[in-house]
Each structure stands twice: as structure tokens, then as C-alpha cells.
């Protein structure tokens, strides 16, 4: 059995867990940033890389003491080196390839995303690949078919903000803070999900991207109009976004009928509106629905760890000169599409 201990640090969460490939999570901690970034009503990415130089060497020390355990006693050393803030990518990487040196335990780069597309293995063990996955966070928005460790393919991407940031962006409209998902949400159940008019961004367009940018204008008219009470253009927002993701997930999973499993990932897999349309959307092209415990699903370092587990086997290892990348595609030979699934 595999031990890896696994180090996040691409956005504003600083993470290290250490987890078996017989998917036992040993430790894991995890700092949010909130607070630091608060009060720009956003993440700034040199205030979240100086706080992760700040506490993952801490961090990794409580991790192992947590689980009594040593550097010694895991068989690799993996690290998200992708894509992502880079000052902060940096200072993960470089502490796992320090930590790799001093032990002599092989690196594993791993691309952030991978984490993401594989976490749902960690959670449940009966699924198999392939399957589908609905990547939805503050920083990514795609559609990924997942054949095999290694083997993704995008079906779509956004080509302007990820279903969270739209999320956020409406909650800044509506002055609900930030994070917004949540407090959109909350608002959302109050209000009338047909009483505002918005628009469903590339409905029924035959390539299965994604777009949020005129919905968030639209909701930003309909907020200065001031004819509309915010539940309402809250709940009318959250409709029109599962609407667009429901549309956009029937073009991307046309032509993929083999595909038993559908899984929701990232943050906005919180959301208990759009998990229970999924739910039913599944259910009626009998399809299996699968959604990782919410810890899971927001960044975090079991999936990294999680990700060099299933890597193990392969004896795939990187050099210690492995380059942090600011952008770096999970599916290579996608097509470029402007914004894919880098929190900007
Ligand atoms: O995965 P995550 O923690 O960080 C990254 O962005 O990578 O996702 C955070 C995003 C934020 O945009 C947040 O507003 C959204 O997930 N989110 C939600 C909900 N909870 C979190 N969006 C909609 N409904 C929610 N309940
Ligand atoms: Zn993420």
C-alpha cells in the first residue's frame, strides 16, 4: 500500500494531507486565506503567496505529526505545479522538491485540475473510469471525459468567467460579500426564479462551451433597474446558470453514450439547486450521479495527494528542475479557448 503526502498552495488555500491508495485520508490540514484577502473583495495573489511561505512548512510538520508519521515513510512527494497563481504554485513545489531532495523520495508534479478530475475516486470506491466530470469553481469551468489516469479529454470549457466567479460577481452586484456561492444561494430560496428575465448565454449552440459574461451584465442591469427585489434576481440568476450548465452538458455528452457516471466537482458542486438538477439529468439518460463530500470538492490537498496515489503504479516521476505553470491544460490537444480554467 502507497503513501503519498500531497501539498496545495495554487489559489488561496494552503493544504497538505497525507493519504494511502486504499483511499485512507491519514491527516490533512487546510488554511483558508479569507481573511487576508478580504478586504480587497478578492484574492491577490502576492498576499496569498507570501501567506503560504508563511504556513506550509508548519503545516507539513502538524500533517505528519498528526498522523505520527515521517517524510520516510511515504513513497513520493507530491505538489499541485499547475496551473494556478504562480507565486503561490511556486512555494508549493519548491517545498515539495526541497522535501524530495532531503528524502530521497520521488517528486510528483501534479496539474491542479488532475486533482480535481481524479478526487471523485478518493470519495467512492465502486467508480470506475470512464466517466464524466462537471468541473465547476471559482477559478475552472469544464466538462472533462476522464478514460484513465492521465487520460482526459475536455469536451468544454468557458470562453469568459467560471460558473463561480459568475457566482461571485452577482453576489458583489447584490452586496452579499464574498464568497457569494453560498449567500446567493441562501437568497436565492427566498426569491422567484421566473420573475427576473435573464438570458441563457450560447443555448443550444452546437460546441458545448460555456459563457457567463452577459449573464452577469444582465444582472447587473436588472439590479440598477431597481424594479426587482434581490431574492428574485438572485433566484432568477441561479436558474438561468443551471439552465446554461444543463444545455451545455447535453451537447458536450452527445457522441459520449458510454459514459455510466456523471460527477460534479469544485465549489459550486455545493450548490443544492443545481446538484439536484444533475441529479434528475443524470437519471433520465441512465446515468449514475456521483458527487465527492464538499471537502472534496473546494481545493484541497487530499485530492493531490490522492492524484500521486494513483500515480504510483505508473512509477511516473518528475525531475527535480519540473517547471510551475501558470497555465497548463489537462487536455493538450484541446483547442485554445480564451480564460480556460485559470482563475484569473
Ligand atoms: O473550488 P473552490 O473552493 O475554489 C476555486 O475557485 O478553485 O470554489 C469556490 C467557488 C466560489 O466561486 C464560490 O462562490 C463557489 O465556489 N461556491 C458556490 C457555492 N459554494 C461555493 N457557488 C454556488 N453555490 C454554492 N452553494
Ligand atoms: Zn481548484
Redesign the pocket.
Known amino acids: 500500500m502507497g503513501l503519498v503526502l500531497g501539498i496545495e498552495s495554487s489559489?488561496d488555500e494552503t493544504a497538505a494531507a497525507l493519504v494511502t491508495s486504499d483511499r485512507s485520508i491519514l491527516a490533512q490540514r487546510i488554511a483558508s486565506q479569507d481573511e487576508d484577502h478580504a478586504p480587497y473583495g478578492g484574492v491577490v495573489p502576492e498576499i496569498a503567496a507570501r501567506a503560504h511561505a508563511q504556513r506550509l512548512a508548519p503545516m507539513i510538520e502538524a500533517v505528519l505529526n498528526d498522523a505520527s508519521l515521517r517524510l520516510d515513510d511515504c513513497d513520493a512527494i507530491a505538489a499541485t505545479a499547475g496551473p494556478g497563481l504562480i507565486g503561490g504554485v511556486m512555494v508549493g513545489l519548491v517545498s515539495a522538491k526541497a522535501l524530495a531532495m532531503a528524502s530521497g523520495k520521488p517528486l510528483m508534479a501534479i496539474n491542479h485540475l488532475e486533482g480535481h478530475a481524479l478526487s471523485p475516486r478518493l470519495a467512492d470506491a465502486v467508480l470506475e473510469f470512464p466517466y464524466a466530470l462537471l468541473l465547476v469553481?471559482?477559478?475552472?469551468c469544464q466538462i472533462l471525459r476522464v478514460d484513465g489516469v492521465g487520460q482526459y479529454r475536455r469536451l468544454a470549457t468557458t470562453i469568459d468567467d467560471a460558473l463561480?466567479?459568475a457566482?461571485?460577481k452577482t453576489a458583489k452586484i447584490l452586496g452579499l460579500g464574498y464568497?457569494?456561492?453560498?449567500a446567493?444561494?441562501r437568497l436565492a430560496k427566498t426569491g422567484n426564479s421566473a420573475a427576473v428575465p435573464l438570458p441563457r448565454p450560447l443555448l443550444r449552440s452546437k460546441e458545448p462551451h460555456f459563457s457567463f459574461a452577459g449573464l452577469k451584465s444582465a444582472v447587473m442591469r436588472a439590479h440598477d433597474s431597481g424594479e426587482h427585489a434581490g431574492a428574485d434576481i438572485a433566484a432568477s440568476f441561479q436558474q438561468a446558470a443551471i439552465d446554461c450548465v444543463l444545455d451545455r452538458l447535453k451537447v458536450a455528452l452527445s457522441g459520449q453514450q458510454d459514459l455510466p457516471t456523471l460527477v460534479v466537482a469544485?465549489?459550486?458542486a455545493?450548490?443544492m439547486a443545481m446538484r439536484a438538477e444533475l441529479e434528475e439529468f443524470a437519471t433520465k439518460r441512465a446515468m449514475r450521479f456521483t458527487a465527492p463530500p464538499l471537502a472534496l470538492?473546494?481545493?484541497n490537498a487530499a485530492m493531490i495527494a490522492w492524484a500521486g496515489c494513483e500515480r504510483l503504479p505508473t512509477e511516473q516521476n518528475d525531475p527535480l528542475d519540473f517547471k510551475a505553470l501558470p497555465r497548463w491544460p489537462l487536455d493538450p490537444s484541446a483547442d485554445a479557448v480564451r480564460g480556460a480554467g485559470v482563475?484569473a
Open positions: 489559489c469553481s471559482g477559478g475552472h463561480g466567479e457566482f461571485d464568497p457569494g456561492g453560498p446567493v444561494e469544485g465549489g459550486v455545493a450548490n470538492c473546494t481545493d482563475k
